[in-house]
């Protein structure tokens, strides 16, 4: 069976990180070896959580594997509690990456324009460095802008302009051109307006392709959504699918539990239904 290393946050609320990336996996039939950088009350953006950071305590995690002599067909990063953690997710491909391994790197860093409370100046430093040497990174739209050093806040102004995907693209393609190998960057949450209507979508950016995928915006982003999407992506390129139809399967397993979120006037912190979704990536 086919093994991904989940190394992410894991909250009691919220129905992200590990909570989101372990049930995917397993559901897509890969084994799920999670590593955990935390442990939380709730996600972050409850507000008031309790947080205990396992940075010293992750390594020795990676040295028990290796003794193990375990090997990995994926490797997901997501949530880190501080810049420390960067280095030991370094440490871990440095033991753990071989040419058949898929690194995906989740640079989780921001949302619609903020920043979470990890977030530091070093810590950008040190998620630029490790983005690099992903096979496939997955920034949402504010996460894009600070890997590229764009302004946000100005980025957004440009909505409903109908080069406003172009010029996303070429900041993929920036990044693309900075990547110390062959890399895919796939951009979620990208909300545009098309005369009154308002859609969100996603955007994948390759060496020779790119391809968006998009529908009405409901007004409202979930907590874990991002992180559903990655894993989704993650064992479905493990499982040696195209990026498109990683992409495809990602939207057809989030879509509705988006929309049944909104209908349902559901609190974003607590996340969407997805448990429910889950057949769908059978
Ligand atoms: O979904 C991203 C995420 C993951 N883990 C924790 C978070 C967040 C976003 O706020 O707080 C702990």
């Known amino acids: 069976m086919k093994k991904i290393a989940l190394i992410?946050?894991?909250?009691?609320?919220?129905?992200?990180?590990?909570?989101?990336?372990?049930?995917?996996?397993?559901?897509?039939?890969?084994?799920?070896?999670?590593?955990?950088?935390?442990?939380?009350?709730a996600q972050t953006d409850f507000g008031e959580y309790f947080c205990h950071d396992l940075t010293d305590k992750m390594n020795h995690i990676t040295d028990g594997w290796k003794q193990m002599d375990e090997h990995f067909d994926g490797i997901h990063?997501?949530?880190?509690?501080?810049?420390?953690?960067?280095?030991n997710v370094q440490y871990f491909l440095e033991q753990f990456r071989s040419e058949d391994t898929i690194y995906l790197a989740d640079p989780v860093m921001g949302d619609h324009g903020r920043t979470y409370d990890?977030?530091?100046?070093?810590?950008?430093?040190?998620?630029?460095?490790?983005?690099?040497?992903?096979?496939?990174?997955?920034?949402?739209?504010?996460?894009?802008?600070?890997?590229?050093?764009?302004d946000y806040q100005e980025m957004i102004t440009?909505?409903?302009?109908?080069?406003?995907?172009?010029?996303?693209?070429?900041?993929?393609?920036?990044l693309l051109a900075g990547a110390h190998r062959k890399q895919t960057v796939i951009v979620t949450g990208i909300i545009r307006n098309h005369g009154e209507k308002v859609f969100v979508g996603n955007l994948a950016v390759t060496e020779t392709e790119d391809f968006h995928i998009e529908h009405p915006y409901t007004g409202v982003g979930f907590s874990g959504t991002g992180d559903l999407f990655a894993a989704v992506i993650c064992g479905s390129l493990v499982k040696g699918l195209s990026v498109r139809a990683s992409m495809e399967k990602?939207?057809?397993?989030?879509?509705?539990a988006i929309e049944e979120a909104s209908a349902a006037g559901l609190d974003p912190c607590h996340g969407v239904y997805f448990e429910k979704y889950l057949s769908r990536l059978l």
Do not use: W
């Open 8 to 41: 992410n946050d894991i909250s009691g609320f919220g129905r992200c990180s590990l909570t989101a990336a372990i049930p995917v996996v397993s559901v897509m039939g890969i084994q799920a070896c999670p590593l955990p950088t935390a442990v939380l009350s």
């Open 77 to 87: 990063s997501g949530y880190l509690a501080d810049a420390a953690q960067i280095g």
């Open 118 to 150: 990890m977030f530091s100046e070093e810590f950008l430093k040190g998620m630029k460095q490790l983005t690099r040497q992903a096979d496939v990174i997955t920034p949402n739209l504010t996460e894009l802008c600070m890997l590229a050093d764009v």
């Open 158 to 174: 440009h909505r409903q302009d109908e080069d406003y995907l172009q010029c996303i693209k070429g900041i993929c393609r920036r």
């Open 250 to 256: 990602a939207t057809y397993f989030l879509r509705e």
